[in-house]
């Protein structure tokens, strides 16, 4: 069964980078649209970046822009997530999804749009 697996997560000072990995088990996933999204406790999951397929198309989370840099490496069937200029609010479980071609250009932001899942790790930013 196809699988996503996340990676890179840690406890880092504020102002401080931490990198994210995703990997995915098949080459399948090449052809999806990859995101991270994260979820703090007590709070509701929420989008963070997607990349599209070829990598050419991004869309960042209003809080994140500017500091976070999503790419992938279809050769390596794996995504990064580049957190820089990480603040306390940033604390959450990160995880990674895939979702499926799709007719249209926009690319997904809710969770509900994802058909895969992978486990989170937890990055903790310390003020």
């Known amino acids: 069964q196809a699988q996503l697996v996340a990676s890179g997560g840690g406890l880092i000072q504020a102002g401080g980078s931490l990198r994210l990995s995703c990997a995915a088990s098949?080459?399948?996933?090449?052809?999806?649209?990859l995101g991270w999204f994260r979820q703090a406790p007590g709070k509701e999951r929420e989008f963070v970046a997607v990349i599209n397929w070829s990598g050419g198309g991004t869309t960042y989370a209003d809080s994140v822009k500017g500091r976070f840099t999503i790419s992938r490496d279809n050769a390596k069937n794996t995504m990064y997530l580049q957190m820089n200029s990480l603040k306390p609010e940033d604390t959450a479980v990160y995880s990674c999804?895939?979702?499926?071609?799709?007719?249209?250009?926009?690319?997904?932001?809710?969770?509900?749009?994802?058909?895969?899942w992978g486990q989170g790790t937890q990055v903790t930013v310390s003020s």
């Open positions: 098949e080459r399948t996933f090449s052809r999806y649209a």
């Open positions: 999804a895939a979702a499926r071609p799709r007719p249209g250009t926009v690319l997904p932001t809710t969770y509900y749009e994802y058909d895969y």
